[in-house]
């Protein structure tokens, strides 16, 4: 176990170009020891090259990628002990499930019973300990996983498994067997997970860090809850959450005070000098509320449409070019020609250039 | 004119893969078949599209057997999971391409294209070729074309499944949109999901199927408020209903022997004996006041945290608004919203619902 740290990494597949293109722009980012963290983004951001760097398939062109102070930039992938889960199980199939485990022990040349001994221990944690004897192959997918992510521990010197993707082949009621033992490992073991995927639920349910990649930069990184209630970009305010967050071209008034269309919207955000050109506001349907009738932060709009999902409803609604969507209780009574709607000053965030003010 | 299937039995092997089935289609109407993983619903539609044929029933549409027409005269469309689409073929002669086999009048074809295109939003991708589209897109290709051939029935089978969460959240709404209010609604469309939300958004008929067998059908607000039984409970709800077994004794409701509450004045009328209670995620919530439960995962959904839980034998999910984080095996005190209970009788049979009458 070690903690990671990536000091201005950035990659370029072409560096010696006179116009390089990167796939990683510039960032530094450090691992603590034990986390569970998830890199998340659309396909093409960037997460596969950074999972590939801190592994040593690639070697970043710029910047040093550190295990507990040492530099590792150069050194290759047999000798940094990282675990790599894939998103399909890699497992020995004529193997059985204990001689799979042991395989990282035995080609490091362990003692038969310190093997034993690791081997029943991890075994017994995921749940595979009456399956020892038996082929790999004959098992269920989430099960063969398990074996792919028990190589990983058997490893007391392992520094992070890296998983890309690891659900994608697991049945929607085993996911929720798995993500439970991630957690259960993650706790016991103390072991840092690193996981990959593209999906923001996954992610979220899994990770107590989200780094969140767009573009080949690091948008945002932080708690599942920080990326919802204050989500650093626009990108990451329509990414997260469903549905997106509602956005809207506005104009500073003054302080605490922008012109959003035809109102006049209080904010927590001192909104003083600087950084005042290209501003958006955000707020997530969940926050805006119905009101009875005009009032401070309230928005009279014609009602669009009013979609029943059961556990809530959805408000559409209309004033000139702003296309406000609500989300209320199912109890909720909602006007069917005009509603006022209200966005509550704490829950508006401001955006100049896209960027959190 | 009216699709209906008559006591519809398809058995390939020991198991019902279509128990007697019995439905009618009515054009202009959407109908979204319910079901989850392996129920049926593919094969269903299938058997619609005439690649399927059953060992026994009838089908007669516009008061002729269907079953008597071969598959590329029954004027019908289908859209798969998968994105099919001819990779060598632009997007525009993907979807020209079942017209011009129709040998249709070229300018007729042309007007036809564009609007296909024109609606489902690829307007400015005509020449693209296939593999330089994202899923979405494809998709949307592959539903322009049968959305051009005017196909009387159009089938949809978990067309959304395959995409990842954002594009499903746009594309569901601009489907819905696509056959309400057109000239196309003189069709008939048939969506099949697993997704109770997505069933609740398409707002049609739900059919609710389950091992092969119509377990209900009616409005989708009737559906979810009236669930014909325990069973349908489970399907129409994401997470599944709560059901505990339980029961009204001594003016008490007691789940599992543990959890007792004072009965409710809306049950007060309920004769006492054995339960199944249910009770969905969205009406349990947090209270200091309320009982204690272990967690054994958070899931975040979208913008909402389901909190996996039990107490002793009484297991089940609270949905908590917005993004939060619980550790494995934290405790948190728990509450019933005792007005939204439902009865079902130990059979299943739905006995009492807080939106009866």
Partial sequence: ?357 | MSLNLGNIIFKPTEQYHLNDITLNFEPGKMYTILGRTLSGKTTLLKTIAGLLSPDSGNIQFEGKDFLAIPVWQRNVAMVYQQFINYPHLNVKQNIEFPLKQRKMDPNLIEKEVSDAIQKVGLKGFEERKIQELSGGQQQRVALARSLAKKAKILLLDEPLVNLDYKLREGLREEFKKLFIGSEASQSIFVYASTDPLEAMQLNGDIIVIDEGKILQTGSAKDVFENPANAKVAEITNDPAMNLNKGKIDNNKLILNNEIQFNLPSNLQSMPSGDYLVGIRATDLYLDDQGFDFQVDISEISGSETFLHLHHQDTKCVATIEGVKSYEVDEHVKINFDLSKIYLFKESGELHYSPYQN
């Fill in chain 1, 1 to 357: 176990m070690a903690k990671i740290e990536l000091n201005n990494i950035a990659h370029s597949y072409n560096p010696h170009d006179a116009n390089p293109l990167f796939a990683l722009k510039e960032m530094s980012l450090s691992w603590a020891d034990g986390g569970r963290y998830a890199l998340l983004g659309p396909s093409g951001c960037g997460k596969t090259t950074m999972l590939n760097i801190m592994s040593g398939l690639v070697t970043p062109s710029h910047g040093r990628v550190m295990f507990d102070q040492k530099d590792v930039t150069h050194t290759i992938t047999e000798e940094r002990n990282i675990a790599q889960v894939f998103q399909f199980p890699v497992i020995y199939g004529t193997m059985s499930v204990y001689e799979n485990l042991a395989f990282p022990l035995k080609c490091r040349h362990f003692a038969d019973d310190q093997i034993d001994k690791k081997v029943k221990e991890v075994a017994e944690i995921l749940n595979l300990q009456d399956f020892l004897k038996n082929r790999a192959k004959g098992l269920t997918a989430d099960q063969k996983q398990l074996i792919s992510l028990g190589r990983g521990l058997v490893r007391e010197d392992v520094a992070a498994i890296l998983m890309d993707e690891p659900l994608t082949v697991i049945d929607p009621d085993l996911k929720f067997r798995l993500r439970r033992k991630l957690k259960e490992i993650n706790a016991k073991y103390k072991t840092t997970l690193i996981y990959v995927t593209h999906d923001q639920n996954e992610a979220m349910t899994f990770a107590d860090n989200i780094i969140v990649m767009d573009e080949g930069e690091v948008v945002q990184a932080g708690s599942p809850k920080d990326l919802f209630e204050r989500p650093q970009t626009t990108f990451v305010g329509y990414f997260i959450g469903s549905p997106a967050m509602n956005l809207y071209e506005c104009q500073a008034d003054n302080t605490n005070q922008v012109s959003l269309g035809m109102n006049t919207i209080s904010v927590q955000t001192n909104l003083d000098q600087k950084n005042t050109s290209n501003l958006k506001l955000g707020i997530r349907s969940e926050y805006i509320t119905v009101e009875q009738s005009s009032g401070p932060n309230t928005i009279h709009a014609d009602v669009i449409e009013v979609e029943d999902f059961g556990n809530y409803k959805l408000i559409t609604a209309q004033q000139d070019s702003l296309r406000i969507k609500a989300k209320v209780k199912r109890e909720q009574v909602v006007p069917t020609d005009k509603v006022f709607l209200k966005f509550p000053a704490e829950h508006c965030c401001i955006y100049a250039n896209n960027k959190l003010i």
